[in-house]
């Protein structure tokens, strides 16, 4: 069967129905990083100047801190355990090589809670560490979890399967064959694994330890309950406690600044980065056995076994004794709002993924990359920068309708924007949109350009291509997508903080709200819904990574 030779056959106009669809998705994602700037620049510099002689070198010193400290923790984790279950063959290898992916599900402030119970004054290590020796409170010191430190060790042990994941491809891409000419060339096997298997790897190592900073900078929950002082704290604590727009837009546009610098990075990272691969059943794997084979299976473990068995363990130890019924109506409630809102974001935000991607697909000129690369810009922008970036616009919307009403008609309209729950799904649509745009890309480039002009030959339009070819073709991405969003909008809470209806809280609301309060028991049964959620979508990984052997 031969090519179709029109390209216009090929490759159909878009319309401007698709078209004017797709620029408002980009608009809409456009909007909180343009209203940040703007309302950044316009807005009083008092409060900001007083931040700056008080508190910002603060929050720029632990921001940066705990991006350092856990990027080197996720690089040192992941990239070890990478190289071992790629190249190596040692005692449960298989189940290990999966397991690895777990701690993903937990938020990190899940892991806060849980390791502050377990780790704190009052929690059974120190209490038994006193038991064993008889010490008082005064007479040992102990490392305190609630501290930087402590922030970033939690942040580490759910984040380092970000360059787990990369990693691990690289190194299977890559092959083994490199590390045994190093070693026969003389080289011990820490140094062949320093100076040829890491530097070969580097673009994917560095693409994790990127994306792991940027989920570090957006943290909210960890480092409020941890009492540390990062740009994520300084937005909060300006538009809520200090009730201070113009000093929140500031600080959050310079956190947008960082996020958007470090985004830039990892797109240049990931271009750059060339694999040449090897054939890994021929090389086969390198055979560790007695000692060796032990302490492999010991260090691919104990991130597992810190990162999700004795958290689950601490938090359903916790929740076992909370007087908090996970039954009850109230609680019911937390969960019909979580997945009300998880449910609708996901559908919005899939629906926007299709519009951008079949956009692209159908007329892939500068206007559709444009529109893509806009809606990507949102994995890199924190949740609590974008709440503040709706609401300063919205805000001012909302009043001028309020105050053209009442001059005009008498009534008072309110609010009719800000504090709504779709003015919440907007800004998860905007947070997770880049997340269904690449589960859909996936699957939309199993559907050759032959498919599409077969489909405008057959008369169908553009919209009756998506409808009765793609989105059946491409189900299982959708469906992928869909889960995703679902899932981290669940877990999601600086925006969700921010933006919620009055009386309007999730499961993570309430789990902050609790551990806020010291009553960390309570905090486990929501805790616990929140990492059974976020199990989901980590159980599909695991499932392909077993089915594809990749």
């Known amino acids: 069967m031969t090519d179709f030779p029109s390209r216009a056959l090929r490759r159909p106009r878009a319309g401007w129905g698709l078209t004017c669809a797709a620029l408002l998705v980009a608009g809409l994602c456009l909007l909180p990083i343009v209203a940040v700037g703007v309302?950044?620049?316009?807005?009083?510099?008092?409060?900001?100047?007083?931040?700056?002689?008080?508190?910002?070198p603060r929050y720029i010193g632990a921001t940066l801190a705990l991006v350092v400290l856990t990027g080197l923790g996720a690089?040192?984790?992941?990239?070890?355990?990478?190289?071992?279950?790629?190249?190596?063959?040692?005692?449960?290898?298989?189940?290990?090589?999966?397991?690895?992916?777990?701690?993903?599900?937990?938020?990190?402030?899940?892991?806060?809670?849980?390791?502050?119970?377990?780790?704190?004054?009052p929690g059974p290590v120190q209490t038994a560490l006193r038991d064993l020796t008889g010490w008082g409170p005064?007479?040992?010191?102990?490392?305190?979890?609630?501290?930087?430190?402590?922030?970033?060790?939690?942040?580490?042990?759910?984040?380092?399967?970000?360059?787990?994941?990369?990693?691990?491809?690289?190194?299977?891409?890559?092959?083994?064959?490199?590390?045994?000419?190093?070693?026969?060339?003389?080289?011990g096997p820490w140094a062949a694994f320093a100076r040829v298997s890491v530097p070969m790897a580097r673009p994917a190592i560095l693409a994790g330890v990127l994306l792991v900073a940027m989920e570090v900078i957006a943290d909210y929950g960890t480092v409020a309950f941890f009492g540390v002082q990062t740009f994520a704290t300084g937005i909060y604590t300006s538009w809520f406690t200090l009730a201070d727009r113009a000093a929140a837009a500031q600080l959050a546009l310079g956190l947008l600044a960082f996020a958007l610098l470090l985004a830039l990075t990892e797109r240049m990272t990931r271009g750059r980065a060339r694999f040449a691969p090897q054939t890994r059943s021929a090389e086969g794997r390198l055979p560790l056995r007695g000692s060796a084979g032990l302490l492999a299976t010991f260090l691919c473990a104990l991130p597992v076994a810190l990162g999700a068995?004795?958290?689950?363990?601490?938090?359903?130890?916790?929740?076992?004794?909370?007087?908090?019924?996970?039954?009850?109506?109230?609680?019911?409630?937390f969960l019909t709002?979580?997945?009300?809102?998880?449910?609708?974001?996901?559908?919005?935000?899939?629906?926007a993924a299709v519009l951008l991607g079949s956009r692209h697909r159908f007329a892939p000129d500068p206007a559709g990359r444009a529109a893509l690369s806009v809606a990507r810009l949102g994995y890199a922008v924190p949740?609590?920068?974008?709440?503040?970036?709706?609401?300063?616009?919205?805000?001012?919307?909302?009043?001028?309708?309020?105050?053209?009403?009442?001059?005009?008609?008498g009534i008072d309209t309110g609010l009719l924007f800000t504090g709504s729950i779709w003015l919440l799904v907007l800004a998860y649509m905007i947070r997770f949109l880049a997340a269904a745009i690449g589960a859909y890309d996936g699957g939309l480039a199993t559907v050759t350009h032959n498919v599409d002009a077969a489909s405008r030959v057959l008369g169908a339009g553009v919209w009756a291509t998506m409808r009765r070819v793609h989105l059946p073709v491409v189900r299982p991405a959708?469906?992928?997508?869909?889960?995703?969003?679902?899932v981290d909008v669940a877990k999601e809470l600086p925006a969700t903080l921010i933006l919620r209806p009055f009386n309007f809280d999730t499961l993570a609301v309430q789990a902050h709200r609790l551990a806020?309060?010291?009553r960390l028991q309570g905090a486990a049964v929501p805790s616990l819904a929140l990492a059974l959620l976020g199990l989901i979508p980590v159980v599909v990984l695991m499932r392909r990574m077993r089915r594809s052997g990749l």
Do not use: K
Request: hydrophobic share 55%; proline share 5%; net charge negative.
């Open 39 to 56: 309302a950044a620049i316009l807005g009083d510099l008092d409060t900001v100047t007083q931040l700056a002689r008080t508190v910002l």
């Open 75 to 121: 690089a040192l984790i992941g990239t070890g355990a990478a190289w071992l279950v790629a190249a190596c063959d040692f005692p449960g290898r298989r189940w290990l090589e999966v397991l690895l992916v777990i701690p993903l599900a937990f938020p990190a402030y899940v892991l806060a809670y849980a390791y502050t119970h377990v780790l704190d004054f």
């Open 138 to 187: 005064r007479d040992y010191w102990f490392p305190e979890i609630r501290s930087l430190g402590g922030a970033a060790f939690v942040m580490t042990l759910t984040l380092y399967p970000y360059v787990y994941l990369l990693a691990r491809a690289a190194f299977l891409l890559t092959g083994r064959r490199p590390f045994e000419v190093a070693r026969s060339l003389g080289q």
């Open 309 to 333: 068995v004795l958290p689950t363990f601490a938090l359903a130890t916790m929740a076992r004794r909370s007087e908090q019924d996970p039954f009850s109506p109230r609680y019911l409630d």
């Open 337 to 351: 709002n979580t997945v009300t809102l998880a449910a609708i974001a996901a559908v919005v935000t899939v629906a």
């Open 383 to 409: 949740g609590g920068v974008i709440a503040v970036g709706l609401l300063v616009p919205f805000g001012a919307f909302d009043n001028a309708i309020d105050a053209f009403m009442e001059a005009t008609f």
């Open 478 to 486: 959708v469906a992928t997508a869909a889960l995703i969003v679902f």
């Open 516 to 518: 806020s309060d010291e």
